[in-house]
C-alpha cells in the first residue's frame, strides 16, 4: 500500500480499517509512506505487525527507492492511495498496480497527466463512490471497465448512538475535517452565527485542524462567538464527541465519500451536508438529513432550524441515520477490497 503520508485524514484512516482487519493469512500488507509525515497512523500500523517504510527525498530518489523497496519484499499487488501515490506506485512499475481515486478534484498539470497514464496502466481502479468514478472517467479518461466501486467503511462498534437523550441547554452541533479550503469552515461559522439567533444556548465544535485554523478563528471572534463555538484540533475522543452532538454538518465545497459523515451517521446524528462528491450515495434528502448547495449558509440555517424545531423528526433521522451506516460496514468494505486485489492478480491491463 502506497500513500503520500500517515496523518490524520479519510484515506489514512481507511488504510487503517483494512490493515487492521484484514485477514493476515490471504493478505499481508506492507505500507510505503512518501513523505516522513507518519503519525497519528504509522505508529498505530506498527504496533498492528505492519511494516511502515517511509520514503523520502526527491521526486526521482523516492521512485528508485520505491521502485526497490517493492522488488525487495517481493510485494504482489502495488495498492496506491490518492493522486499522488498513484503517480509514483505508477513510475516505480513492478507488481500488478491498483491505482485508487478517492476525491473530485484535480491536481494541477503534471499530477494530471501523470495520473491518466496511472489509470490506463492500472489492472484495476478503486474508488469509492459512484460519482467519483463519474468524475474520473470525464477528468481523467480512465477506463471505465477497470473501476470497482468500493465504500468506505465505519467501525460500527466504536461509533455508536447515546442511549438516553441528556438535558443540554441548546442543541450541539458538531462538524469535522481538516481546516482546508475543501472543507470550507467559513460556511460553518457564519451559519453558527446565524443558528445562534435562533437558538441563544446552542453550542458548536470543529473537530480538526489545518492551516486555516487562525483565519477561521478569526471569523469565530468577529462573529461573536467565542463563547460558544470551540475548534478543537486533532482529538483522540471522537467518538465520544460525536454522541455527545445534536446534529452534525458537512460544509465542504468538494468530496469523495466523507468518512465524516459516515462515523456521524453511525453516532446516530442528524446531517445537513452540501450535495458534492458521493454525499448523495449517504443521505437521502429528507432521509438521514439534508443536502443543501455548497456554500449556501441560509440553506444549511434553515435545514437545521427543521430538524431542531421537530423532535418526532429528529427521532426519526437518528434512527434512519445508524440504520444507513451499518451498511458501511469495515466487512464489507475489506471484502471488497480483496476482490479488487483477486482481480488484479488474474490479469487485465498491465
Known amino acids: 500500500m502506497v500513500i503520500g ?49 517511509v520514503l523520502t527525498g526527491g521526486g526521482l530518489t523516492r ?63 478503486i474508488v469509492n463512490s459512484g460519482q467519483v468514478q ?18 468506505n467503511a465505519v467501525d460500527i462498534e466504536r461509533f455508536r448512538p447515546r442511549g438516553e437523550q441528556p438535558a443540554a441547554a441548546g442543541p450541539r452541533v458538531l462538524a469535522m475535517g481538516r481546516l482546508v479550503a475543501q472543507k470550507n469552515p467559513l460556511l460553518f461559522v457564519s451559519a453558527a452565527a446565524a443558528l445562534r439567533e435562533h437558538y441563544p444556548g446552542a453550542r458548536f465544535a470543529w473537530i480538526g485542524d489545518g492551516p486555516l485554523r487562525t483565519p477561521v478563528a478569526a471569523a469565530v471572534s468577529a462573529a461573536g462567538l467565542d463563547d460558544c463555538c470551540d475548534l478543537l484540533g486533532e482529538r483522540g475522543d471522537v467518538a465520544e464527541l460525536l454522541r455527545s452532538a445534536d446534529l452534525f454538518w458537512m460544509t465542504s465545497d468538494w468530496e469523495g465519500l466523507p468518512n465524516a459523515i459516515i462515523e456521524a451517521l453511525a453516532s446516530g446524528l442528524p446531517v445537513v451536508a452540501t450535495n458534492v462528491g458521493g454525499t448523495a450515495e449517504l443521505i437521502g434528502d429528507g432521509g438521514e438529513g439534508f443536502l443543501i448547495a455548497p456554500g449556501d449558509a441560509d440553506a444549511l440555517v434553515a435545514r437545521s432550524l427543521s430538524i431542531l424545531a421537530d423532535p418526532a423528526a429528529h427521532a426519526r433521522m437518528r434512527s434512519a441515520a445508524r440504520a444507513r451506516a451499518e451498511l458501511f460496514s469495515v466487512e464489507q468494505m475489506v471484502r471488497a477490497t480483496y476482490e479488487v486485489y483477486e482481480a488484479a492478480l488474474r490479469g487485465g491491463a498491465a
Open 63 to 125: 521512485v528508485a527507492r520505491l521502485r526497490w523497496r517493492l522488488h525487495a519484499d517481493r510485494i504482489d499487488v502495488v495498492h496506491a492511495w490518492l493522486f499522488i501515490a498513484n503517480a509514483f506506485a505508477w513510475a516505480a512499475g513492478g507488481a500488478p498496480l491498483v491505482t485508487s481515486a478517492r476525491n473530485c478534484k484535480r491536481s494541477g498539470r503534471l499530477l494530471d497527466a501523470l495520473n491518466q497514464r496511472a489509470f490506463r496502466a492500472s489492472r484495476k481502479i
Open 5 to 53: 503520508q500517515l496523518s490524520t485524514g479519510g484515506a489514512e484512516g481507511q488504510l487503517r480499517l483494512l490493515c487492521e482487519h484484514g485477514d493476515r493469512a490471504a493478505v499481508a500488507p506492507t505500507v510505503y509512506c512518501l513523505s516522513g509525515e507518519t503519525h497519528p497512523y504509522g505508529p498505530i500500523l506498527e504496533r498492528a505487525g505492519v511494516p511502515v517504510r
Open 134 to 151: 463519474a468524475y474520473i472517467e470525464r477528468e481523467y479518461r480512465a477506463p471505465r471497465d477497470r473501476i470497482a466501486v468500493v465504500h
